[in-house]
């Protein structure tokens, strides 16, 4: 089992750029798939963007789809989102998670039953 550690977060006006990393533990990394997923105060958790296992297939939320990249570098066990064009209501809570198993398909890979492990969470703050 791995065990994602977030990294990256902190303030930033909108329009500006951050990028998180996802530190995770773990000799079967590059046998996970991994996701980011964000929680604002008072709102339900919201998938933002997954990657598999490879990293050949990539998915993406549709608002954030062309401003964040996800992106894996399995010999350092390590996953990213690099986050452009940062908007107010990108304001959250940021987690990674993985999954063991997964089938291919937007669907599931969007869902967060779906995940084993979870980090602790980064916060992501963008100002007006």
């Known amino acids: 089992q791995v065990q994602p550690v977030e990294s990256g977060g902190g303030l930033v006006q909108a329009g500006g750029s951050l990028s998180l990393s996802c530190a995770a533990s773990?000799?079967?990394?590059?046998?996970?798939?991994m996701g980011w997923f964000r929680q604002a105060p008072g709102k339900e958790r919201e998938w933002v963007a997954s990657?598999?296992?490879?990293?050949?297939?990539?998915y993406y939320a549709r608002s954030v789809k062309g401003r964040f990249t996800i992106s894996r570098d399995n010999a350092k066990t390590t996953v990213y989102l690099q986050m452009n064009s940062l908007k107010p209501e990108d304001t959250a809570v940021y987690y990674c998670?993985?999954?063991?198993?997964?089938?291919?398909?937007?669907?599931?890979?969007?869902?967060?039953?779906?995940?084993?492990?979870w980090g602790q969470g980064t916060q992501v703050t963008v100002s007006s």
């Open positions: 998670a993985a999954a063991s198993k997964i089938w291919p398909a937007v669907e599931y890979y969007s869902n967060s039953r779906y995940y084993d492990v």
């Open positions: 773990g000799r079967t990394f590059s046998g996970y798939s």
């Open positions: 990657i598999s296992a490879l990293g050949d297939s990539r």
